[in-house]
Structures are given as structure tokens and as C-alpha cells.
Nanobody, 119 residues
Framework: VQLQESGPGLVKPSQTLSLTCTVS??????????WNWIRQDPRKGLEWMGA???????SFSPSLKSRASMSRDTSTNQFTLHLSSVTPEDSAVYYC????????????WGQGTQVTVGS
């Protein structure tokens, strides 16, 4: 399974950040697959942000306080993270990854994309 993140490298404060993960080697509707977003900030370490199941159900970290949502496009085999009202604290490297069978075991990762929030 291969994953590739794409999106803007720079976002202004208060805007909505949208990052897309393109998947190959599996379908975003495959049973027992959980599609995740994780970010890494050198000051905070790795933070799990949210996940989407094969049926399209989503769950998110409480720390994001409802700012996060996810969508998917089954025709292009992509899933997208939307993070609203971003602040400089949201600057990080963002990764998409997939868990197979076990939700908290991350089997395959994208290479990551740096996002900076600033004006």
C-alpha cells in the first residue's frame, strides 16, 4: 500500500487547511482498513488526529475540539483532512497512514508534508 499527501505548504491563520492523501495498492473502502491522519511537531511529538473507516465513519482526537473533519472520494481513491481555524500551533509535518485490522497499529505511511501556518 502506498500513500501520498498533497496540499498547501503555507496556510494563513484562521483559514481551513485541507490535505489530501492519494492511496494506491488498496481501496479506501477496503474492509478492516482504517485511514488516519497524524502530525508531528518537534515540540510535541506525534499526534493522532483522526481516522476514517472503510464505511466512511470518522473519529477525531478530542484535542482538536471539532475543528477537524474528513472526507473521501472513492472514484479517485483519496481521503482528505480538513482542519478549520488554523493557528501557528497547527504548523507540523502531516502524515497519512493506514492501519490494517488493528486501528492503532500503523502499517503504511506517506512521506509526510510540511505545513506552516503564518501570514
Amino acid at each position: 500500500v502506498q500513500l501520498q499527501e498533497s496540499g498547501p505548504g503555507l496556510v494563513k491563520p484562521s483559514q481551513t487547511l485541507s490535505l489530501t492523501c492519494t492511496v494506491s495498492g488498496a481501496s479506501v473502502t477496503s474492509n478492516y482498513y482504517y485511514w488516519n491522519w497524524i502530525r508531528q511537531d518537534p515540540r510535541k511529538g506525534l499526534e493522532w488526529m483522526g481516522a476514517m473507516t472503510s464505511s466512511g465513519s470518522t473519529s477525531f482526537s478530542p484535542s482538536l475540539k471539532s475543528r477537524a473533519s474528513m472526507s473521501r472520494d472513492t472514484s479517485t481513491n483519496q481521503f482528505t483532512l480538513h482542519l478549520s481555524s488554523v493557528t501557528p500551533e497547527d504548523s507540523a509535518v502531516y502524515y497519512c497512514c493506514v492501519s490494517i485490522y488493528l486501528p492503532l497499529k500503523y502499517d503504511y505511511w506517506g512521506q509526510g508534508t510540511q505545513v506552516t501556518v503564518g501570514s
